[in-house]
């Protein structure tokens, strides 16, 4: 806590002008203990004497009446009873003590329980225990009220001992204000406040007690007055003489402010009649802790920290506590001037998710507050104003996360509340206050919810009234008729202020009236079944659902009745009196005797808790808006549906679980399960994979029907025609022509699949079933990746190593892969050549019919490449035939299929397949020629000259080199190299072709020379061909029988003349080429370039005198390239 070191100063004025002449002077002086007087203490345990009437009225006193309001009351109040009074002042209980000073109190009454489950040894009370118990406590003093004394902290190996003076005021069995000399900034008390504290509750015997100052004063004469003022002043003169001498100046002063009031101030003289009497909070602590935590922005555990807040708001409430509301007050101020608000609604960026649950925790904390039974007309007043103020501001968060609900506003529209304003029912954007503000309308003042909330034995088994307002149901048990988020936060707002038994109460009557509602719902749904069926459209509209809501009403009753049939809740309830009379200062405690005169016969809490969450996690609802209350609906689902999988099923679960089960089926639109849903409704998925694995081991039959009818997901499918009764079932729109956006589409798709494998799994060995949980994953899941994550899941399943294949989920997965390969063959999937290759492994486990069977249907399923590269290549892999047990039959049949298929693959796309089908039909003589004039004709057309010079090589590999030649004459028809492509990839094919040619023979490298003369306009390439074919003999490798002349070929004579007259011609083009456009840095590389092209022109028998004109010729024509020309001088004269 921050403890300030100056006490604020007293309100009250003191004053004894008719006190009455027995009071001699002096007569007061003497001290006493507190438990000095003979009255017996009743919490010291020393005695077994019933409590005097003094002791007993002077308590009642303490507690409920300022001290003020008693001198007022009565002219002369008596030494014992002023001292029984200032006695019974202080706080018994520990529990607020540790409230104040930790953050968690334990469930115990007595604070020795306090923090003990917490390992926070450090917190402040859990240390002033400690500091306590080490005896540091000292010099303890009681004065009216204001107890004071010194603490002493022991000294540690880097701290030295620490004696810090501690003071603390009281009023009305209430802590008003602590000051220690520590200097300790926290929301908390200090350490050695606590201490202080403590010691005065558990050792009240042992404190000193003295009446208020001003009734010593009063005793007094001047003489006596004047020797205390000159010795207070003594003792302290460098802290008031300043002081004192300024007060003297103003008594002195006739027309002073001091002298025209009546009395004087006395802090220790308790509270005025109108101070507010409530536990000393520091404001202005909790407001800079706050502040900092919002601006760590969830960094350093600050997100852990606000939680912790808001559970203390809400143990402040639970305690009666008037600085709950206040502490709110404090946090919300500083939520609101969060910088961040404005900063994101300008960037029109949304806030983290972590920060948005906390303003969610805001608005129903708000709500528990507003909806207070016993707060009055003037303070709800004062909040609204409040929450109005805080809602009016722009950049004040919304509810749903995104952009404001069109919702009805429901609480308005309550029998109870004042007629709303047609205006108004609609409004534009709801923030996380408007659910607040609307339940300031409500009250409790109806008689029927008084008799709810009251009375354990409130029935009417005379009430036959069957309308759906009764207010009883057909066993008599009253029921409760409200909004159901509304009616459920009335059920938290009981829990949060301490009446669990009223909370559990309204609770029953609320799941009563669903379960009612439900029965109704399916009845009516019966009746018009024929006839909903055949339109295909229904007129409920659940926009607003229970589960994801604001208000959390499923989980709000859940927790209710879980903690009462687990006897979680708080062992003493406080009796609830609706009258609208204030309330008591101090609860009247009685055991809770929970209602179980409305429960079925045996039935439970628990299951009646397990009941109403399986109720409203199955009721179909409208998918909201926004991304983040999207999010909110399957965090709450899976909280949900967390909190059931705690609960062990017993028989009773069991046949709830049966008979809701039963009802979601049969209930229509009415449920998430029923033959009617939304287009937009909220799937079903994980709350069914919940049902199915609870009910599988009990209800194999009713596990499936609801895991199957949960798999829709119609927002991915078209509308269902209207009347068309061929569909198993029929999809409406709630909003017509509405493009819903689902952001969390994903993750519902994930739990979809999800499903459907725990159906799988489960259907292991059940032929009839898997073929039917095949049919819905085939019709009703539409990504490829979550039935590829079947098929692999079905893959796992079947050939587990610890048992024989399963031949059934075998071929289900197998299916499920052929689907997968429809349905991305024609679209982009970055793990299709994953899914290719596992189809494979997958048909091969299953035997030589399905890979022939995927081989034979090819087309349908793979592409031309992957259909050679990677089916067939595996099929006439040697492991495929070593895992298949093939015979030498079997073996040739499978090839076969496979050649077959890799020549259709080269006739559809030659460019990428032919050379697979080529290496493919190797040892198949007819196949392997089939696939080469497959080639041959696509050359001309489909295939350029990479392809072929690539299958060229191939041959030549082989061992055919004609029609490696053949091929590499047809790629050189496709090819044109330019000037400046020295560096093309396609210069060592033109290359290899040449030799290839040259080793030939002439008549071969005569045929090639003209195609590479028009197709290689690259000096460079050109020179280097005329090259290599001048250093051997045309035929050296031929093969055959074929006679080698083992002359050189001529340079003058065809086919050289053709190739050395090209290559000098591309010389002299690429020199003018790169002179057009030449820099300085380029020079010496350019005169290189010439020497080159001299040593070509030189191969000519005229050589000499064509390069000698040819220079001439350039230093005429470039004569204005001075530098360049002089250096070509320099080389060539």
Same mark, same amino acid.
């Given at each position: 806590?921050?403890?300030?070191?100056?006490?604020?100063?007293?309100?009250?004025?003191?004053?004894?002008?008719?006190?009455?002449?027995?009071?001699?002077?002096?007569?007061?002086?003497?001290?006493?203990?507190?438990?000095?007087?003979?009255?017996?203490?009743?919490?010291?345990?020393?005695?077994?004497?019933?409590?005097?009437?003094?002791?007993?009225?002077?308590?009642?006193?303490?507690?409920?009446?300022?001290?003020?309001?008693?001198?007022?009351?009565?002219?002369?109040?008596?030494?014992?009873?002023?001292?029984?009074?200032?006695?019974?002042?202080?706080?018994?209980?520990?529990?607020?003590?540790?409230?104040?000073?930790?953050?968690?109190?334990?469930?115990?009454?007595?604070?020795?329980?306090?923090?003990?489950?917490?390992?926070?040894?450090?917190?402040?009370?859990?240390?002033?225990?400690?500091?306590?118990?080490?005896?540091?406590?000292?010099?303890?003093?009681?004065?009216?009220?204001?107890?004071?004394?010194?603490?002493?902290?022991?000294?540690?190996?880097?701290?030295?001992?620490?004696?810090?003076?501690?003071?603390?005021?009281?009023?009305?069995?209430?802590?008003?204000?602590?000051?220690?000399?520590?200097?300790?900034?926290?929301?908390?008390?200090?350490?050695?406040?606590?201490?202080?504290?403590?010691?005065?509750?558990?050792?009240?015997?042992?404190?000193?007690?003295?009446?208020?100052?001003?009734?010593?004063?009063?005793?007094?004469?001047?003489?006596?007055?004047?020797?205390?003022?000159?010795?207070?002043?003594?003792?302290?003169?460098?802290?008031?003489?300043?002081?004192?001498?300024?007060?003297?100046?103003?008594?002195?002063?006739?027309?002073?402010?001091?002298?025209?009031?009546?009395?004087?101030?006395?802090?220790?003289?308790?509270?005025?009649?109108?101070?507010?009497?409530?536990?000393?909070?520091?404001?202005?602590?909790?407001?800079?802790?706050?502040?900092?935590?919002?601006?760590?922005?969830?960094?350093?555990?600050?997100?852990?920290?606000?939680?912790?807040?808001?559970?203390?708001?809400?143990?402040?409430?639970?305690?009666?506590?008037?600085?709950?509301?206040?502490?709110?007050?404090?946090?919300?101020?500083?939520?609101?001037?969060?910088?961040?608000?404005?900063?994101?609604?300008?960037?029109?960026?949304?806030?983290?998710?972590?920060?948005?649950?906390?303003?969610?925790?805001?608005?129903?904390?708000?709500?528990?507050?507003?909806?207070?039974?016993?707060?009055?007309?003037?303070?709800?007043?004062?909040?609204?104003?409040?929450?109005?103020?805080?809602?009016?501001?722009?950049?004040?968060?919304?509810?749903?996360?995104?952009?404001?609900?069109?919702?009805?506003?429901?609480?308005?529209?309550?029998?109870?509340?004042?007629?709303?304003?047609?205006?108004?029912?609609?409004?534009?954007?709801?923030?996380?206050?408007?659910?607040?503000?609307?339940?300031?309308?409500?009250?409790?003042?109806?008689?029927?919810?008084?008799?709810?909330?009251?009375?354990?034995?409130?029935?009417?088994?005379?009430?036959?009234?069957?309308?759906?307002?009764?207010?009883?149901?057909?066993?008599?048990?009253?029921?409760?008729?409200?909004?159901?988020?509304?009616?459920?936060?009335?059920?938290?707002?009981?829990?949060?202020?301490?009446?669990?038994?009223?909370?559990?109460?309204?609770?029953?009557?609320?799941?009563?009236?669903?379960?009612?509602?439900?029965?109704?719902?399916?009845?009516?749904?019966?009746?018009?079944?024929?006839?909903?069926?055949?339109?295909?459209?229904?007129?409920?509209?659940?926009?607003?659902?229970?589960?994801?809501?604001?208000?959390?009403?499923?989980?709000?009753?859940?927790?209710?009745?879980?903690?009462?049939?687990?006897?979680?809740?708080?062992?003493?309830?406080?009796?609830?009196?609706?009258?609208?009379?204030?309330?008591?200062?101090?609860?009247?405690?009685?055991?809770?005797?929970?209602?179980?005169?409305?429960?079925?016969?045996?039935?439970?809490?628990?299951?009646?808790?397990?009941?109403?969450?399986?109720?409203?996690?199955?009721?179909?609802?409208?998918?909201?808006?926004?991304?983040?209350?999207?999010?909110?609906?399957?965090?709450?689902?899976?909280?949900?549906?967390?909190?059931?999988?705690?609960?062990?099923?017993?028989?009773?679960?069991?046949?709830?679980?049966?008979?809701?089960?039963?009802?979601?089926?049969?209930?229509?639109?009415?449920?998430?399960?029923?033959?009617?849903?939304?287009?937009?409704?909220?799937?079903?998925?994980?709350?069914?994979?919940?049902?199915?694995?609870?009910?599988?081991?009990?209800?194999?039959?009713?596990?499936?029907?609801?895991?199957?009818?949960?798999?829709?997901?119609?927002?991915?499918?078209?509308?269902?025609?209207?009347?068309?009764?061929?569909?198993?079932?029929?999809?409406?729109?709630?909003?017509?022509?509405?493009?819903?956006?689902?952001?969390? /589409?994903?993750?519902?798709?994930? =739990? +979809?699949?999800? $499903? %459907?494998?725990?159906?799988? !799994?489960? *259907?292991?060995?059940? &032929?009839?079933?898997?073929?039917?949980?095949?049919?819905?994953?085939?019709?009703?899941?539409?990504?490829?990746?979550?039935?590829?994550?079947?098929?692999?899941?079905?893959?796992?399943?079947?050939?587990?190593?610890?048992?024989?294949?399963?031949?059934?989920?075998?071929?289900?997965?197998?299916?499920?892969?052929?689907?997968?390969?429809?349905?991305?063959?024609?679209?982009?999937?970055?793990?299709?050549?994953?899914?290719?290759?596992?189809?494979?492994?997958?048909?091969?486990?299953?035997?030589?019919?399905?890979?022939?069977?995927?081989?034979?249907?090819?087309?349908?399923?793979?592409?031309?490449?992957?259909?050679?590269?990677?089916?067939?290549?595996?099929?006439?892999?040697?492991?495929?035939?070593?895992? /298949?047990?093939?015979?030498?039959? =079997? +073996?040739?049949? $499978? %090839?076969?299929?496979?050649? !077959?298929? *890799?020549?259709?693959? &080269?006739?559809?796309?030659?460019?990428?397949?032919?050379?697979?089908?080529?290496?493919?039909?190797?040892?198949?003589?007819?196949?392997?020629?089939?696939?080469?004039?497959?080639?041959?004709?696509?050359?001309?057309?489909?295939?350029?000259?990479?392809?072929?010079?690539?299958?060229?090589?191939?041959?030549?590999?082989?061992?055919?080199?004609?029609?490696?030649?053949?091929?590499?004459?047809?790629?050189?028809?496709?090819?044109?190299?330019?000037?400046?492509?020295?560096?093309?990839?396609?210069?060592?094919?033109?290359?290899?072709?040449?030799?290839?040619?040259?080793?030939?023979?002439?008549?071969?490298?005569?045929?090639?020379?003209?195609?590479?003369?028009?197709?290689?306009?690259?000096?460079?390439?050109?020179?280097?061909?005329?090259?290599?074919?001048?250093?051997?003999?045309?035929?050296?490798?031929?093969?055959?029988?074929?006679?080698?002349?083992?002359?050189?070929?001529?340079?003058?004579?065809?086919?050289?003349?053709?190739?050395?007259?090209?290559?000098?011609?591309?010389?002299?083009?690429?020199?003018?080429?790169?002179?057009?456009?030449?820099?300085?840095?380029?020079?010496?590389?350019?005169?290189?370039?010439?020497?080159?092209?001299?040593?070509?022109?030189?191969?000519?028998?005229?050589?000499?005198?064509?390069?000698?004109?040819?220079?001439?010729?350039?230093?005429?024509?470039?004569?204005?390239?001075?530098?360049?020309?002089?250096?070509?001088?320099?080389?060539?004269?």
């Amino acid at each position: 806590m921050a403890e300030r070191v100056q006490q604020p100063p007293a309100k009250r004025l003191c004053c004894r002008p008719g006190y009455g002449a027995t009071c001699r002077p002096g007569q007061r002086a003497a001290g006493a203990t507190c438990g000095g007087s003979s009255a017996t203490q009743g919490e010291s345990g020393k005695t077994q004497s019933p409590e005097t009437l003094l002791d007993i009225a002077a308590r009642k006193v303490a507690e409920k009446w300022p001290f003020q309001r008693v001198e007022e009351r009565f002219e002369r109040i008596p030494e014992p009873v002023q001292r029984r009074i200032v006695y019974w002042s202080f706080p018994r209980s520990e529990r607020e003590i540790c409230m104040y000073s930790s953050f968690n109190t334990g469930g115990g009454e007595e604070v020795g329980s306090c923090g003990e489950s917490s390992d926070e040894t450090r917190l402040p009370f859990r240390r002033g225990i400690a500091l306590l118990e080490s005896g540091c406590v000292d010099n303890v003093l009681q004065v009216g009220f204001h107890l004071s004394g010194t603490v002493r902290e022991p000294a540690t190996s880097s701290e030295p001992e620490l004696v810090c003076n501690v003071s603390v005021s009281f009023d009305r069995c209430k802590i008003t204000a602590v000051t220690c000399s520590c200097g300790n900034k926290d929301i908390f008390y200090c350490a050695h406040v606590v201490a202080l504290s403590l010691y005065r509750v558990r050792k009240p015997e042992q404190v000193k007690l003295r009446l208020p100052i001003s009734e010593t004063l009063f005793q007094m004469n001047r003489d006596q007055l004047q020797k205390f003022v000159q010795y207070l002043i003594t003792v302290h003169h460098t802290e008031v003489l300043p002081t004192a001498q300024k007060l003297a100046d103003e008594i002195l002063s006739q027309n002073s402010e001091i002298n025209q009031v009546h009395g004087a101030p006395d802090p220790t003289a308790g509270a005025s009649v109108d101070d507010e009497n409530c536990w000393h909070l520091d404001e202005e602590q909790v407001q800079e802790q706050v502040k900092l935590f919002l601006s760590q922005g969830g960094y350093h555990g600050s997100g852990k920290q606000l939680n912790l807040l808001f559970s203390k708001v809400r143990e402040m409430l639970k305690m009666r506590d008037s600085n709950g509301a206040r502490m709110l007050t404090l946090i919300t101020e500083q939520f609101m001037g969060d910088p961040r608000l404005a900063l994101w609604r300008q960037q029109g960026t949304t806030m983290t998710d972590k920060y948005r649950q906390l303003w969610d925790e805001l608005g129903a904390l708000w709500m528990c507050i507003v909806l207070n039974p016993h707060y009055k007309p003037e303070q709800k007043g004062f909040w609204l104003r409040q929450l109005r103020r805080w809602n009016s501001v722009d950049v004040c968060p919304l509810e749903d996360g995104n952009h404001g609900s069109e919702l009805t506003n429901l609480t308005n529209a309550l029998p109870q509340g004042p007629p709303g304003n047609p205006d108004s029912l609609t409004r534009p954007h709801r923030t996380v206050f408007t659910r607040a503000i609307e339940a300031c309308d409500l009250h409790w003042q109806d008689p029927h919810l008084q008799h709810i909330i009251t009375e354990d034995h409130y029935t009417n088994y005379c009430y036959h009234d069957n309308l759906d307002s009764s207010l009883f149901d057909t066993r008599g048990w009253p029921l409760w008729h409200e909004h159901v988020p509304t009616a459920c936060a009335r059920v938290d707002a009981l829990r949060s202020h301490g009446y669990p038994k009223e909370a559990l109460r309204l609770a029953i009557a609320i799941v009563n009236t669903l379960r009612r509602q439900q029965q109704k719902q399916m009845e009516f749904f019966r009746t018009h079944k024929k006839e909903l069926l055949h339109k295909g459209i229904t007129s409920v509209t659940n926009l607003e659902g229970w589960v994801g809501h604001p208000l959390d009403p499923i989980g709000t009753l859940f927790s209710t009745l879980m903690e009462t049939g687990r006897g979680g809740e708080d062992g003493a309830a406080a009796l609830l009196d609706l009258s609208g009379s204030p309330a008591s200062g101090r609860r009247t405690e009685r055991p809770v005797s929970p209602a179980q005169r409305f429960l079925e016969e045996g039935e439970s809490f628990v299951s009646l808790a397990v009941e109403t969450a399986l109720i409203g996690l199955g009721q179909q609802r409208v998918m909201p808006d926004g991304l983040y209350a999207q999010e909110k609906v399957c965090r709450n689902e899976e909280q949900l549906l967390a909190k059931l999988q705690e609960v062990d099923l017993d028989d009773t679960l069991v046949k709830i679980f049966r008979k809701q089960a039963v009802f979601l089926l049969e209930a229509g639109p009415y449920s998430g399960l029923g033959e009617l849903l939304y287009r937009e409704s909220v799937p079903m998925h994980t709350f069914a994979k919940y049902l199915f694995t609870s009910l599988l081991p009990h209800d194999a039959e009713l596990a499936y029907k609801i895991a199957l009818r949960a798999m829709r997901l119609p927002v991915l499918e078209s509308t269902a025609p209207s009347g068309d009764l061929s569909q198993p079932h029929h999809i409406v729109s709630v909003v017509p022509n509405r493009l819903p956006r689902w952001f969390t /589409l994903s993750h519902i798709e994930t =739990q +979809q699949c999800e $499903l %459907a494998s725990t159906m799988l !799994t489960a *259907a292991k060995g059940d &032929a009839r079933k898997l073929e039917t949980v095949l049919e819905s994953i085939q019709k009703n899941i539409h990504s490829a990746s979550h039935i590829f994550k079947l098929a692999q899941d079905a893959f796992k399943i079947a050939t587990l190593m610890d048992s024989l294949p399963d031949i059934t989920l075998l071929k289900v997965s197998l299916e499920l892969g052929l689907q997968v390969m429809r349905m991305t063959l024609s679209t982009l999937n970055w793990r299709r050549r994953e899914m290719v290759r596992w189809l494979v492994t997958c048909a091969t486990e299953a035997g030589v019919f399905a890979l022939d069977s995927i081989m034979q249907s090819w087309f349908t399923l793979f592409t031309p490449t992957e259909a050679t590269s990677v089916v067939a290549s595996t099929v006439m892999s040697n492991s495929t035939i070593v895992r /298949l047990h093939l015979d030498c039959h =079997q +073996q040739e049949n $499978l %090839a076969n299929s496979a050649r !077959t298929l *890799a020549l259709q693959c &080269a006739m559809k796309d030659p460019q990428n397949c032919a050379l697979s089908a080529l290496t493919l039909c190797e040892k198949d003589h007819i196949a392997f020629e089939t696939a080469y004039q497959i080639v041959l004709d696509a050359a001309a057309t489909g295939m350029n000259y990479t392809q072929l010079f690539t299958i060229a090589r191939y041959m030549e590999h082989r061992g055919y080199p004609m029609r490696a030649y053949k091929l590499a004459t047809l790629a050189m028809t496709h090819l044109n190299l330019s000037y400046n492509q020295d560096t093309h990839p396609a210069i060592n094919d033109v290359l290899w072709a040449c030799a290839l040619s040259h080793s030939l023979g002439k008549n071969e490298l005569a045929s090639v020379i003209p195609l590479v003369v028009k197709s290689v306009k690259c000096a460079t390439v050109l020179s280097d061909i005329l090259r290599r074919c001048t250093l051997t003999t045309p035929g050296m490798v031929a093969l055959h029988s074929r006679r080698n002349s083992g002359k050189l070929m001529p340079l003058d004579k065809a086919p050289l003349r053709q190739l050395l007259d090209a290559t000098i011609g591309a010389y002299i083009n690429t020199t003018h080429s790169r002179l057009t456009h030449i820099s300085p840095r380029h020079y010496s590389e350019f005169i290189e370039f010439l020497s080159k092209a001299r040593e070509t022109f030189l191969m000519a028998h005229d050589g000499h005198i064509q390069f000698t004109q040819f220079i001439d010729n350039l230093k005429q024509i470039y004569k204005g390239k001075k530098k360049l020309m002089m250096l070509v001088r320099e080389r060539f004269g």
